[in-house]
């Protein structure tokens, strides 16, 4: 059965439950169960083959039927963990992805400390993800097969899952987050949301916070219930009490960029969000001249256009012009003189930039306006500056009086060069006659 028919049956569900306003009143929710098959190869490496297959979460009691018999059955009985009542906002037909995957315990072969857990329990993670970036839950499920699988259930030795199946789980453990991406200005404070929910009390708990920068790995905060043992800050020893881990950061720099992760570790279980903190700065666009300028027939002037304080560097500025009157439906012409600078780094790990053209005045462009468009990953739209150029003929009145003027002042200067030698030689005369 499709994926679609599935989301029709949920919304079928959804509907017959009157008043719903929440997920926690769902009964069921199309999944995808991603399988794994292991094969050697004929150097003995393991080669692994994921399998998409139709399933879906039905949330009851055990026993309980199969709500959709036509597809792989998780049935989440009664537990005090409920993934549910954690996701707000979300449509289920539009807005919620499940995915459901085997989990090993890599070997760590500890009883589940909860109520009816078993050592040969198996487990699976069902990941809740809202299409719109609104947040991640990942939930731990255990299941306890009627036959227990021999050794330990890994890759290596998975237990097969017919196609109409029905597995009986109960939710044990999850880990969420309500910023999965993070966009933040420098010298801006931030919070990384990670929340977590354990079905027993006093847990074996180990929550730890890492900054993954390049091929770097810094830990930031460690905590450990059993040893009691704290390293780092950030998180408030409060709130890991009520399940909230979340982390608190100094004002950002450039460093401060990278892949956050938190994790949660309750044995045998490792749950863990990775948190993308992007720092983004838009810049401050300005150009050297104000809005209306006017300019002589013939009169060249430089136009810069100024981007300054951006972070990232994928900056984009280009310059346009308009002709007067809007230029008849056409769009703006791109001007292809334009130059620019080199990108300037500033202390504070920002970037300037600026794009520059030299105009040359004419009669027929009066009226037009340039613009200075300017794009960046910060802005949902880019920056635009501009100007009216105004251009006025030459005053034929103004060029006769500075042509005569600037003659009388160099027919002037020819005589006083001239006067001048012969002025000085008369008074060295007049000095060298006897009285």
Same mark, same amino acid.
């Given at each position: ?11 079928? /569900?959804?509907? !017959? ?6 997920? !926690?009143?769902?009964?069921? +929710?199309?999944? &995808? ?49 409920? &993934? ?30 909860? =109520? ?11 990941? /809740? ?35 109409? *199946?029905? +597995? ?13 991406? %993070? ?8 919070? /990384? ?13 180990? %929550?730890?916070?890492? =900054? ?38 100094? =004002? ?16 045998? +279980?490792?749950?863990?969000? *990775?948190?993308? =903190? ?20 013939? !009169? ?12 990232p560097l994928d900056v984009e500025m280009e310059w346009f012009r308009e002709p007067s009157g809007g230029g008849g439906g056409l769009l703006p012409e791109k001007l292809d003189t334009v130059l620019y600078s080199s990108h300037r780094h ?6 300037? /930039? ?26 949902? &739209? ?10 006025? *003929? ?42």
């Amino acid at each position: 059965m499709s994926l679609n028919v599935n989301i029709v049956i949920c919304l079928f /569900l959804c509907a !017959e439950v009157p008043g719903i306003q929440s997920l !926690e009143q769902v009964p069921w +929710l199309p999944c &995808m169960l991603v399988d794994e098959r292991v094969k050697f190869n004929d150097e003995g490496h393991a080669e692994t083959q994921y399998q998409h297959r139709n399933a879906g979460l039905q949330f009851g009691h055990p026993g309980d039927s199969a709500l959709n018999p036509n597809a792989i059955t998780f049935l989440v009985t009664g537990s005090k963990v409920d &993934m549910r009542k954690y996701i707000e906002g979300a449509v289920v037909e539009h807005q919620l992805q499940c995915e459901i995957r085997r989990y090993s315990t890599e070997g760590i072969q500890v009883r589940w400390p909860g =109520l009816g857990a078993q050592d040969h329990d198996i487990w699976f993670t069902c990941t /809740l993800r809202h299409t719109d970036g609104l947040f991640v839950i990942t939930s731990f499920l255990r299941h306890t097969p009627a036959t227990p699988t021999p050794g330990q259930a890994d890759y290596r030795n998975w237990a097969a899952i017919a196609d109409r *199946e029905m +597995l009986t789980t109960s939710t044990v453990m999850l880990v969420f987050t309500r910023t999965p991406s %993070v966009w933040v200005g420098l010298m801006k404070q931030s919070s /990384l949301h990670c929340q977590f929910d354990v079905d027993h009390k006093a847990a074996d708990l180990t %929550v730890e916070w890492r =900054l993954q920068r390049r091929s770097e790995r810094t830990t930031l905060f460690s905590h450990s219930s059993r040893s009691g043992q704290r390293e780092g800050g950030g998180v408030e020893l409060k709130g890991i009490g009520r399940g909230d881990a979340s982390l608190t950061l100094p =004002l950002t720099k450039q460093s401060s960029e990278g892949t956050y992760v938190c994790l949660v570790s309750v044995p045998p +279980l490792f749950g863990s969000h *990775e948190i993308a =903190l992007h720092i983004m700065e838009p810049p401050r666009v300005s150009l050297n001249v104000d809005s209306v300028i006017s300019l002589v027939d013939t !009169e060249r002037q430089k136009m810069v256009c100024e981007a300054v304080g951006y972070y990232p560097l994928d900056v984009e500025m280009e310059w346009f012009r308009e002709p007067s009157g809007g230029g008849g439906g056409l769009l703006p012409e791109k001007l292809d003189t334009v130059l620019y600078s080199s990108h300037r780094h500033h202390q504070d790990g920002t970037y300037s /930039l600026s794009a520059f053209f030299l105009l040359h005045a004419s009669l027929h462009d009066s009226g037009s306006k340039y613009f200075c468009r300017v794009s960046h990953s910060s802005l949902r &739209m880019p920056i635009r500056k501009s100007f009216t150029l105004i251009v006025t *003929e030459v005053d034929s009145w103004n060029f006769l009086w500075l042509f005569f003027g600037c003659g009388f002042i160099l027919v002037m200067v020819a005589t006083l060069c001239v006067m001048l030698p012969r002025l000085s030689s008369a008074r060295k005369a007049n000095k060298r006659k006897p009285y």
